[in-house]
């Protein structure tokens, strides 16, 4: 079939509107009407993967057209929100850990489908798709029952969709990561929209202080608004030291969003002995981080955290009951854009002036 996409050219490339060939669903594949989806920042840094001609786009959010001959527990008309891919045969996957796929990046950064194909095409050429088990910057897409959550109908979708990258990660690492006693106290290192939904994570948590950490002072106002108790100016003098001094000695965990290796060692020198950090943004993929070695010795805790240890299926229903509870206001974070603005909320993702851009098709 025909869709209406937005496809990105490389490293910086803009994301041009134009329309491409799907393929049919596989047996395994559903066929997804997308109706809104999330801009998450790997989209802009995965562009770089793709010089050849790519679709992005991996927190989709739609109808369900069309199911392989093979889904069972999907059907059309159902209401779904996409989310990462696993492979579900590994080791990892197997002992409910899909965040730790050993194919991880096959399943979802390859640009294909793991057998090697892409269901995309312009004219006879191939495009790189499958991105996330999706590429749902797309009218259509493909997705799995792997990576696709039932959602009820009346809920709103271009609501929900960043549930299935950005908002998992950053209340993840906290609910499913950190789990951090009630009355702690939490700092987390960067207000973007992951931060933000850590912090989100943490008022679930009940942590007593929580401190958010930026250089855009709109973006420490919405933090304030969600529930810290305390923002610093990323840019200001020895924000470790701040950190230990409204925590008497420093925050029992610290979350650390931004990728910048620097900001990961201000983070390690935030917590005390017994303090936990969880490094969440990528940053330089073929950087490294220093550490100081006696701080590690006396007992501070250094962990990766892959898409919030998440289990889309559990956790994706969970967030959207606390949601309904009133008690995890993300969409505070969210502005809206029609598809074809793609470019501006890419721009306004980038100045900092929107937290989560959420395209509605
Ligand atoms: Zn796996
Ligand atoms: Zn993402």
Redesign the pocket.
């Known amino acids: 079939m025909r869709v209406r996409a937005a496809m990105s050219t490389g490293a910086g490339s803009d994301f041009a509107l134009t329309e491409l060939e799907l393929d049919d669903p596989r047996p395994d594949e559903i066929l997804v009407r997308t109706t809104a989806v999330g801009l998450c920042h790997s989209d802009l840094t995965a562009r770089q993967y793709f010089p050849g001609g790519g679709v992005l786009g991996h927190e989709g959010a739609g109808v369900v057209e069309e199911v392989g001959s093979a889904v069972t527990g999907f059907a059309p008309g159902d209401h779904v929100v996409l989310s990462f891919d696993?492979?579900?045969?590994?080791r990892?996957?197997?002992s409910g850990r899909?965040y730790r796929?050993?194919?991880?990046a096959a399943?979802n950064y390859s640009g294909a489908r793991p057998d090697g194909s892409t269901p995309l095409r312009d004219g006879g050429s191939p495009v790189a798709g499958a991105f996330f088990g999706q590429s749902s910057f797309a009218s259509h897409c493909l997705a799995t029952s792997r990576n696709a959550v039932k959602v009820d109908a009346d809920l709103p979708l271009a609501t929900l969709a960043p549930l299935g990258c950005g908002v998992i990660t950053g209340s993840g690492t906290v609910l499913n990561a950190l789990r951090p006693f009630p009355g702690s106290s939490l700092v987390v290192f960067g207000a973007g929209s992951v931060g933000l939904s850590a912090l989100l994570g943490a008022v679930v948590a009940r942590v007593g202080t929580l401190i958010a950490v930026d250089v855009v002072p709109e973006r420490l106002e919405l933090a304030r608004k969600l529930g810290a108790t305390h923002v610093l100016d990323g840019r200001s003098e020895d924000v470790a030291g701040q950190v230990r001094e409204l925590t008497a000695g420093g925050a029992d965990y610290a979350v650390e969003t931004s990728g910048v290796a620097s900001v990961v060692a201000t983070a390690a020198s935030s917590v005390p002995e017994g303090g936990t950090v969880a490094l969440v943004g990528l940053g330089d993929l073929a950087g490294t981080i220093t550490l100081s070695h006696y701080e590690m010795v006396m007992g501070r805790t250094v962990m990766g955290v892959t898409e919030g240890n998440s289990v889309p299926q559990v956790y994706v229903p969970q967030l959207i009951e606390l949601w309904r509870a009133g008690v995890f206001p993300f969409e505070e974070m969210i502005t809206e854009y029609p598809f074809e603005r793609i470019g501006q909320a890419v721009a306004d993702s980038e100045a900092g002036r929107t937290v989560k851009a959420v395209l509605r098709f």
Do not use: N, T
């Open positions: 696993a492979c579900g045969l590994c990892a996957c197997l899909p796929c050993r194919e991880f399943m």
